[in-house]
């Protein structure tokens, strides 16, 4: 197969994150899935997400699927980190990574015997059959290992039950955490390597082509032996297009590789001291500046001019910026 142009491939990516255009509102569901779900560490960051992918997102659209409908979910999934995913590939991002729990590493950190962090996640397991905040989690499992969790802002002591629970609704501030099992009925883990063949196929899919580093980059893991990258297939022609405005941790900033070649220029201002991605402007597929919002003004500070068709398209993003937040 002929080596595809970084036209093409620009263009594919952008296609299918849905950037190229926005997906009808009621394929929101589709379109998290496409693109292995959105970073949610910042809420601001969930709903700019999708609403730059899907007609009509809102706040008001976020908060209804995942707490009404739970039609989304929320949980440690990428990395670790905190990301909005549909409730399959929930099961399936709770099933790829190995438990860092059990390494002697992490045991001696927390000063916990291999039993003691399995009576711990049984404890845990056992008092999530509703939502709840880690101080009632705390109260709830009592004794020595009750006051650690109530009083570890960091849920280091979670760790153990983390494959099997996710966040349920918030109280103002304040973080719940409830059974995947209680919450999402049908929830349940899968075959490690089966789920990590699948992410991988699918991220290959969406973002690909991409080395075997950059992969494991992205994962934050080795690949497990026997798992392979499969070809990325064809890249039809096309050329990428298009001005967005696009959020903290963009999932299209954190996934697409080389960096490079993602962000040609001031790499530096997006992953500032190896935190990031920060605010992004995306122009044609690249990076092409960043931006801020305070209040209901957008400042974007281009790397370069942009055209006068650019200007105009930029106009509209943080019109949908802003409607999305408010």
């Known amino acids: 197969m002929a080596t595809p142009t970084w036209e093409r491939i620009d263009a594919r990516r952008l296609a299918r994150s849905h950037l190229d255009e926005p997906a009808p509102s009621a394929r929101v569901l589709d379109v998290t899935r496409d693109i292995l779900g959105v970073h949610a560490q910042l809420t601001t960051g969930a709903i700019l997400a999708l609403s730059a992918r899907v007609e009509g997102v809102t706040r008001a659209t976020v908060d209804d699927l995942l707490w009404r409908q739970r039609a989304l979910v929320k949980g440690n999934t990428i990395r670790g980190t905190l990301h909005l995913q549909t409730p399959g590939d929930f099961a399936l991002w709770k099933s790829a990574y190995e438990p860092r729990w059990r390494t002697q590493q992490w045991l001696a950190w927390q000063e916990l015997t291999p039993a003691d962090a399995e009576r711990l996640r049984e404890a845990v397991l056992g008092v999530l059959d509703e939502p709840k905040t880690r101080e009632e989690i705390g109260r709830a499992v009592g004794g020595a290992f009750g006051k650690r969790i109530a009083e570890d802002s960091w849920g280091h002591l979670l760790s153990p039950a983390n494959d099997s629970f996710c966040h349920g609704p918030p109280r103002g501030r304040r973080v719940t955490f409830v059974r995947a099992d209680v919450w999402l009925p049908g929830f349940r883990h899968v075959d490690r390597l089966d789920a990590v063949q699948q992410l991988v196929d699918r991220y290959v899919a969406t973002y690909g082509p991409v080395e075997r580093p950059e992969f494991e980059h992205w994962l934050a893991a080795p690949l497990p032996a026997g798992i392979e990258l499969p070809d990325a297939g064809d890249f039809p022609a096309g050329r990428p297009r298009g001005v967005h405005l696009l959020g903290h941790y963009d999932v299209y900033v954190i996934a697409c590789h080389p960096r490079d070649r993602l962000i040609p220029e001031q790499r530096e201002r997006i992953f500032l001291k190896g935190a990031g991605p920060n605010p992004t402007l995306l ?35 943080q019109e949908r910026v802003l409607a999305a937040l408010a």
């Open 283 to 317: 122009v044609d597929g690249l990076v092409a500046g960043t931006w801020s919002r305070k209040g209901e003004q957008i400042s974007v500070e281009p790397f370069r001019p942009l055209t006068a068709e650019q200007v105009e398209e930029l106009e509209r993003e």
